[in-house]
């Protein structure tokens, strides 16, 4: 037992050295935009032709989520867009443009507390959160599921995923980094189990996710970048991970697309595919 302490002890302060690594802010975001159509350009969305809607969308008393749409004069189709966490709907623009050209329509939202949406930057009180979310997405832009195709990346595809498990359809889905379980999950979950409601900021690491060195400048760069890890995200992801089904009993009956980089470190992928 004394053994088993120390090495949690241990454990723990790696964790939290290699966290705390990182370059931290909490300085307020220099938002380069005054309207809509300057944050598109910011971000290189390609919105000539097309029709933009843009509004927030209230998800409980005192919280909202952005939420935008753009629709080509020729319209083919819809896809609504989930981003993953600590990035937004925006960054995501070389998506956007590519489904754009080919004549869909994009609906996308900003999670709660990531890019225009409002709540604690990072943070997670519960995954219901995201459900009603999604909810208020579907109701206001007269989503049919049936008809649409649902693209997910990371924490958009646990969106998804637990949208699919609760009976729900779409026209098919694609899921990029699928995240059920984070990596390091089974420590994170000792750490916080053992630390009780131990809660706090951690500086989000500068180690790139991604092998495309510009995307990773553009999103480090970006005035809306999130600069601490909530660990009550990560309280969030756990409880929802032990509400699931066994692997066993999940059966889907939308077709699933799955694109998975095998050098992936930010999720468990080795679990989450099966």
């Known amino acids: 037992m004394f053994y088993q302490k120390n090495i949690m002890k241990i454990l ?55 939420s935008w749409s753009l629709k080509p004069a020729e319209c083919r189709g819809r896809v609504l867009y989930f981003h993953g966490y600590l990035d937004h709907s925006a960054l995501s623009s070389d998506l956007i443009n590519f489904l754009l050209s080919r004549g869909m329509e994009v609906i996308a939202f900003d999670l709660a507390g990531h890019g225009r949406s409002s709540g604690a930057r990072g943070g997670l009180e519960d995954f219901e959160e995201y459900r009603r979310s999604l909810d208020a997405v579907i109701n206001h832009w007269e989503i049919k599921p049936e008809e649409t195709y649902f693209i997910g990346h990371s924490t958009g595809c646990s969106i998804i995923f637990d949208y699919l498990l609760r009976g729900g359809t779409c026209k098919a889905t694609l899921w990029a980094a699928p995240l059920v379980r984070f990596r390091d999950y089974d420590l994170v979950h000792t750490l916080i189990s053992d630390q009780g409601s131990w809660n706090p900021q951690l500086p989000v690491s500068r180690t ?13 760069q970006d ?9 009550s995200w990560a ?4 409880r929802w991970n032990e509400q699931l089904p066994h692997s066993g009993d999940i059966q889907l009956e939308q077709p ?4 998975q980089g095998l050098r992936d470190r930010v999720v468990w992928y080795d679990y989450n595919i099966p």
Do not use: H, M
């Not at 790139?208 to 480090?220: G, H, I, L, R």
């Not at 309280?235 to 756990?238: A, E, G, Q, Y």
């Open 12 to 66: 723990s302060l790696a964790f939290l050295s290699i966290l705390l690594l990182a370059c931290f802010s909490n300085g307020e975001p220099n938002i380069p935009w005054n309207n809509d159509i300057q944050y598109l350009n910011y971000y290189g969305i390609e919105y000539q032709d097309c029709q933009f809607s843009g509004t927030n969308l209230s998800i409980e008393e005192s919280a909202s989520i952005w």
């Open 208 to 220: 790139p996710s991604t092998s495309n060195e510009q995307f990773y400048q553009k999103k480090w």
């Open 223 to 231: 005035p809306q970048r999130i600069s601490v890890f909530e660990i």
């Open 235 to 238: 309280r969030s992801i756990i």
């Open 256 to 259: 699933v697309t799955i694109l």
